[in-house]
């Protein structure tokens, strides 16, 4: 049961980082986008 529970946790922090890093990315080109459209 511990090793199951441990297997989830660690899918669940990969997915995490990985929303995060898609997250920083998208905001990082947002941002760039931004301001190549408007300065």
Known sequence: MPSFFNVKLQ?????LVCVKTYYYICVSYGDVTWN???H
Do not use: A, C, D, T
């Open 11 to 15: 899918k669940y922090r990969v997915i």
């Open 36 to 38: 190549v459209m408007y």
